[in-house]
T-cell receptor
Framework: DAGVIQSPRHEVTEMGQEVTLRCKPISGHNSLFWYRQTMMRGLELLIYFNNNVPIDDSGMPEDRFSAKMPNASFSTLKIQPSEPRDSAVYFC??????????????FGPGTRLTVL | GEDVEQSLFLSVREGDSSVINCTYTDSSSTYLYWYKQEPGAGLRLLTYIFSNMDMKQDQRLTVLLNKKDKHLSLRIADTQTGDSAIYFCAESFTTDSWGKLQFGAGTQVVVTP
């Protein structure tokens, strides 16, 4: 398996622009998580889905952030409009709950977002 | 504040043992995890322990679990420069059946020659 795939790996954009981050989970995993990592705030859980349904979006910082999971193999995280304080590394992770190692989450390589 | 607490930084000399400590909150957590994050990469599961165990050894790694004190530790024997990374402690939630984990802030381990 290719693991969790994220695109793009790097994104540089200007303030006010729309940004869309993409994630393809591991096949057979039915839970998907979006995280944000910064030096100041560490690793934050933004939102997670189970069977394509959002379970908890309480970590989404503002209405500028939205996430979708139209099918089991694809999810997007959108920021509109983007602001410099959104600059961070965004990770997607997937899991198949209660598998052999419990809830082991598999992380993608991340998207490094820079908003100028 | 963080539900899972870790010290933020550890410096260790190559060849020495490293010990990273973590305290967690959910006494009924089923699994506890250690993840490793190398520069420019995502988190990767290093090891985990089931809550009915108090120790797990895997090559240079030893995990100790003290359920009474809700304390988890990771010992790395013969620390190498390749062990320089951020290490995250995480616990599962018994009230969550969708795979959510609570991560600590991470401990930056720097291995010096």
């Amino acid at each position: 398996d290719a693991g969790v795939i994220q695109s793009p790996r790097h994104e540089v954009t200007e303030m006010g622009q729309e940004v869309t981050l993409r994630c393809k989970p591991i096949s057979g995993h039915n839970s998907l998580f979006w995280y944000r990592q910064t030096m100041m705030r560490g690793l934050e859980l933004l939102i997670y889905f189970n069977n394509n349904v959002p379970i908890d979006d309480s970590g989404m910082p503002e209405d500028r952030f939205s996430a979708k999971m139209p099918n089991a193999s694809f999810s997007t995280l959108k920021i509109q409009p983007s602001e410099p304080r959104d600059s961070a590394v965004y990770f997607c992770a997937s899991t198949r709950p209660a598998s052999g190692s419990g809830n082991e989450q598999f992380f993608g390589p991340g998207t490094r977002l820079t908003v100028l | 504040g963080e539900d899972v607490e870790q010290s933020l930084f550890l410096s260790v000399r190559e060849g020495d043992s490293s010990v990273i400590n973590c305290t967690y909150t959910d006494s009924s957590s089923t699994y506890l995890y250690w993840y490793k994050q190398e520069p420019g990469a995502g988190l990767r599961l290093l090891t985990y322990i089931f809550s009915n165990m108090d120790m797990k050894q895997d090559q240079r790694l030893t995990v100790l679990l003290n359920k009474k004190d809700k304390h988890l530790s990771l010992r790395i024997a013969d620390t190498q420069t390749g062990d320089s990374a951020i290490y995250f402690c995480a616990e599962s939630f018994t009230t969550d059946s969708w795979g959510k984990l609570q991560f600590g802030a991470g401990t930056q381990v720097v291995v010096t020659p």
